[in-house]
């Protein structure tokens, strides 16, 4: 089973796959995608771990994303994978030097993900319910994050949208 959880900013949306890793009762890989480039970043960081159990197998994968899941899906099949955040995963590729490293690590991504054994949780941030971002940068974050989320729901058997903490389901059951 697949989950794909979206929200806001400080919607929940951690929290709550975080309870889902645990309510399966299975091993638990958290993928972390962010980058500790500054110091309110690294609280972010440091506030995500603190409350994770610390049992769990921490993967970094900041770019490679699609590698780091097919090693912790083939490593045990019997284990959940938590992924957090695509959106963070998708703004370190839009900053990379390399400006074709974004299609391939995309493709890479949406490849892996229908052969992963297990079950699967992506956290990602809905970028869709604001206003138009004036810069280009930013218009071309939202538009990604917007095709990525649409080719992930499609192929989830569960998507949610939290907002204030509560889930509302939008695809699949509860």
Not at 39 to 58: C, D, F, L, V, Y
Request: proline share 6%; aromatic share 2%.
């Amino acid at each position: 089973m697949q989950t794909l959880i979206l929200g806001g900013v400080r919607s929940g949306k951690s929290r709550l796959a975080e309870r889902l890793a645990v309510d399966s009762g299975l091993p638990v890989s958290y993928i972390a995608t962010a980058r500790a480039d500054d110091a309110e970043m690294q609280a972010r960081i440091q506030h995500h771990q603190a409350n994770r159990p610390s049992h769990w197998r921490t993967v970094e994968a900041p770019l490679a994303l699609a590698d780091a899941l097919q090693r912790e899906g083939s490593a045990e099949p019997r284990r959940l994978i938590l992924v957090d955040c695509l959106t963070l995963w998708l703004t370190n590729l839009l900053l990379d030097p390399d400006p074709a490293r974004l299609a391939r690590e995309r493709a890479a991504l949406l490849t892996t993900l229908p052969q992963l054994p297990g079950e699967l949780i992506m956290v990602s941030n809905e970028t869709g319910l604001g206003i138009v971002p004036l810069g280009e940068l930013t218009r071309r974050y939202c538009d990604e994050a917007g095709r990525l989320h649409q080719d992930i729901a499609a192929s989830s058997g569960r998507v949610i949208l939290t907002i204030a903490g509560l889930p509302h389901y939008l695809k699949g059951k509860p």
